[in-house]
């Protein structure tokens, strides 16, 4: 292995580590976001695991109102 050679892998390593660290921080900033929002989802009263959950009904109950809306207006309406 030449001087040329060599030193082109130490450049290699010497960014596969920036990488690593700036990835490792990434995921450290990542993981506290994920805290606190978690935390303020509970304090709003709901079970983080479940969001989907409470999604999914939120979106089915907002569907009802519309048709219930829709059913409740008439079909036709005069303009004056």
Known sequence: ???KQLQE??????KGKM????AETR?????????ILKEE????????EKLDEIIQKL?????????KINEMLPDNIPSI
């Open 1 to 3: 292995m030449n001087e």
């Open 9 to 14: 892998l130490k450049e290699k390593i010497e």
């Open 19 to 22: 990488t690593k660290y700036k």
């Open 27 to 35: 995921l450290e900033e990542l993981e506290k976001q994920e805290k």
């Open 41 to 48: 989802i509970i304090n709003l009263g709901y079970d983080p």
């Open 59 to 67: 979106e089915s109950e907002k569907q009802d109102l519309i048709n």
